[in-house]
């Protein structure tokens, strides 16, 4: 038997012939898919995927609406053919464009805001907004808003400021009560102290206290807190300087009101005859220069930069400009050696304060040869009450403080000092204190604004002695973050 194979391009055939030479031929149909054309389709495949591919990413990248051209209709099918048919994410990302484009921009003064979102939603379906003009309206709306509030955190702090620094109808009421009984009664008008107390008011061997006020109610809380919080109250002298408005209030209130068993004397300015504005030129500099009465009893918002000024800046700087801050009772603290002649140490009181701890022991701590001991304000964790140095109160701009002083140099309180009068004599800071507070106003009041702190920190420069900060406790009043236990353990 024989087996015969022939080919042809569409068929295969077999025949087969037998010993008996009989033929019997088969016919098979041909490969539907040759290798050649598997190999074609590969080499196109090979050529074309490369091309969709990268003509995808392009599309990602750029965007479609970007092609206009008859050769981008690929660019256009086929992202839908690739069943990318959701354009919110292009859009997205166009709208973020154009609004880093707004950011930019002043957003007009003419463009005419929407009162809220409704009427922005009702407005933009009206005047059909592009979305750059809803952009700019939505940065419009915005900064308004912003702006509102800030305003009403000033006005808020403004309203806080003035209720904090006016004088309650009652205490007014108070020392208009205590001014005509003093008038009208016999005891209101007793000799303060007494005359056969009068030596001890010169007497070293007490402990002498000095607050200088024209506000009855905080000098008795000073006074009363004082003594009873003092383990040998008989061994303390308080010396109380008023202005002569308040004098006869002042008399009035701790004459019928005795602090026994300690002594306190009342004394007006009025009744220091060499206390005079002809003795003290710069006292009368300092009440009559018009830029000092503007700035302590002017419009305090006025040329207020509200949009760079934080609020809690702003309201420091409304306290710094209390008229008090002017008044000769403030300047007096200068003239201690002079005021009392005979005594040899002091310890000085503002009239914000309280005294919750026996105060014998400051008596007792050597100075080492300072006038002043103080509590330094530029050590503490409370940065906003214990962070304060020279460059919180100086103009360092200015060519004369710049030259002058140490922008990181400490500052100190000036409200509980004690102060060696005999070291004080010796010195010539009472000078140095003039000098500069004529050389601000001489300037303009461009070398600092605050008060008598500025010119004390320059005059007392070299003659402070640092004593522990738990003897004066500051912030209360104005700083919510202070530690209840600190205060409680606070002189």
């Known amino acids: 038997m024989q087996v ?37 389709t590969i080499l196109i495949l090979a050529f074309f995927l490369p091309f969709v591919f990268i003509l995808t990413a392009l599309v ?12 981008c209709l690929g660019r256009r099918l086929g992202p839908k053919l690739l069943g990318r048919g959701d354009d919110s994410e292009r859009h997205l990302t166009d ?15 003419d463009l005419k805001l929407p009162d809220n979102f409704k009427q922005l939603v009702t407005e933009m379906k009206n005047n059909k907004y592009n979305s750059r003009k809803f952009a700019l309206v939505l940065k419009g709306m915005m900064e308004r808003s912003e ?4 305003e009403s955190k000033f006005q808020e702090l403004m309203n806080k400021h003035f209720a904090a620094t006016s004088i309650p109808k009652g ?39 000095v607050v200088f006020t024209d506000n009855i109610l905080a000098a008795s809380v000073v006074v009363s807190s004082a003594v009873q919080s003092s383990l040998r109250p008989e061994k303390i002298v308080f010396h109380v300087i008023t202005d002569k408005k308040t004098y006869a209030g002042m008399h009035s209130w701790f004459a019928l009101n005795p602090i026994s068993p300690s002594i306190v004397e009342v004394k007006g ?19 009559n220069h018009d830029g ?55 310890l000085f009181l503002d009239d914000d304060i309280v005294i919750q701890r026996d105060l014998s022991p400051l008596w007792d701590i050597d100075l080492g040869g300072k006038v002043n001991g103080a509590v330094e304000t530029c050590k503490g964790e409370d940065s906003w009450v214990m962070g304060k140095r020279f460059k919180i109160y100086f103009n360092f701009s200015h060519p004369l403080i710049a030259e002058s002083l140490d922008p990181e140099e400490c500052a100190w309180a000036f409200g509980m000092n004690v102060f060696d009068l005999r070291a004080w004599r010796k010195t010539n800071i009472r000078e140095t204190y003039h000098s500069w507070v004529k050389a601000n106003l001489k300037s303009n009041l461009t070398l600092w604004k605050l008060g008598t702190l500025p010119p004390a920190l320059i005059a007392f420069r070299g003659y ?8 004066h406790m500051l912030g209360l009043g104005y700083q919510p973050n202070t530690s209840v236990e600190s205060v409680k353990k606070a002189a």
């Open 60 to 71: 990602t990248l750029e965007g479609v609406n970007n092609c206009s051209s008859i050769d």
């Open 171 to 209: 205490i007014h009421c108070l020392s208009l009560r205590l001014t005509d009984e003093y008038s009208s009664n016999a005891h209101a008008r007793k000799q303060l102290p007494s005359p056969e107390l009068l030596p001890l008011l010169s007497d070293n061997a007490y402990q002498h206290f």
């Open 269 to 287: 300015v009025h009744q220091f005859d060499w206390l005079t504005k002809d003795n003290v030129p710069v006292l009368e500099a300092v009440e």
């Open 147 to 150: 702006r509102e509030i800030r």
């Open 4 to 40: 015969q194979i022939s080919h042809s391009d569409s068929m295969r055939s077999i025949t087969i012939c037998t010993n008996n030479n009989d033929l019997m031929k088969i016919k098979i149909a041909a490969r539907h898919i040759s290798y050649r054309t598997i190999f074609h």
């Open 95 to 109: 709208f973020y464009t154009i609004l880093n484009q707004v950011h930019s921009e002043e957003v007009p003064d």
């Open 292 to 346: 000092v009465r503007n700035y302590y009893h002017g419009n305090h918002v006025a040329g207020a930069n509200r949009s760079v000024t934080s609020p809690r800046l702003f309201a420091s700087k409304l306290q710094a400009r209390s008229p008090k801050y002017i008044s000769l009772l403030n300047h007096l603290r200068i003239y201690l050696p002079e005021l009392f002649p005979n005594l040899d140490k002091v």
């Open 464 to 471: 402070v002695h640092p004593i522990d900060p738990s003897w």
